[in-house]
């Protein structure tokens, strides 16, 4: 898989903690989540034991990490998580939400992103 932008360690982190988020979000992780993700860390230069390294999505801090990015990282960011949302052969509605909500505008990615961490514990 190729990136088009060059993310910052930090930037990296919170991409895969969201992403980590979307493949926990219906409760079971398909084979697929676990081979899109693997390619997104090879495609950050990533190894699979870095994974420990990154914090959990945090419900402000990933939010504002992701807020300060550039326009055409951002959009990069939402492409990413949006793979990952179908990858499992079913769009799970917390998964869609999710993809699409992100997509809309940096007001709503922002705000949603906030209640992904509420919408697991319902889960």
Do not use: W
Request: glycine content about 4%; hydrophobic content about 40%.
């Amino acid at each position: 898989m190729t990136i088009n932008m060059d993310f910052n360690k930090k930037e990296q982190h919170a991409i895969v903690s969201v992403l980590i988020a979307i493949m926990e979000a219906d409760g079971v992780i398909h084979p697929n989540e676990t081979s899109y993700l693997n390619k997104i860390l090879s495609a950050f230069s990533m190894l699979e034991s870095e994974i420990e390294d990154i914090p959990p999505f945090d419900s402000v801090a990933t939010p504002l990490t992701l807020k300060i990015m550039t326009e055409n990282k951002k959009k990069e960011a939402r492409k990413i998580l949006a793979g990952m949302a179908g990858c499992d052969g079913y769009s799970d509605p917390v998964k869609l939400r999710l993809s699409i909500q992100s997509s809309e505008s940096k007001e709503h990615n922002v705000s949603y992103l906030i209640k992904v961490n509420e919408l697991r514990e319902y889960i």
